[in-house]
Nanobody, 125 residues
Framework: VQLQASGGGLVQAGGSLRLSCAAS????????MGWLRQAPGKEREIVAA????????YYADSTKGRFTISRDSAKKTVYLQMNNLGPEDTANYYC???????????????????WGQGTQVTVSS
């Protein structure tokens, strides 16, 4: 599986951004895609994830109600719509995927074995 992410950039607090990630390869079975972020001095965090079969989603507590993950199955692409961004959302965001994901593990940043390139999101106050 190869992942190609796009989006990100600089936005003022309260603004919105959308990230996209296109996958190549198999997306059947227990496949899941998500977004992981890491900021300097902070632990890596899965902010949102989506399991291909059934469409189950996961959101970190810090992003619930503000971030929405969605997919276009035909394009093997996931999107992360980020609204009401704050400076605490500033981080490098990585598209990640796993082909052996179980629902209870979707929030585990170490459960994803495929990573795309990072895209920087910077939110100014």
């Amino acid at each position: 599986v190869q992942l190609q992410a796009s989006g990100g950039g600089l936005v003022q607090a309260g603004g919105s951004l959308r990230l996209s990630c296109a996958a190549s390869g198999r997306t059947d079975g227990s496949y899941a895609m998500g977004w992981l972020r890491q900021a300097p001095g902070k632990e890596r965090e899965i902010v949102a994830a989506l399991r291909w079969r059934g469409g189950s989603t996961y959101y970190a507590d810090s992003t619930k109600g503000r971030f929405t993950i969605s997919r276009d199955s035909a394009k093997k692409t996931v999107y992360l719509q980020m609204n009401n961004l704050g400076p605490e959302d500033t981080a490098n965001y990585y598209c990640v995927a796993s082909n052996t994901m179980i629902l209870s593990n979707m929030g585990n940043p170490f459960a994803y074995n495929y990573w795309g390139q990072g895209t920087q999101v910077t939110v100014s106050s």
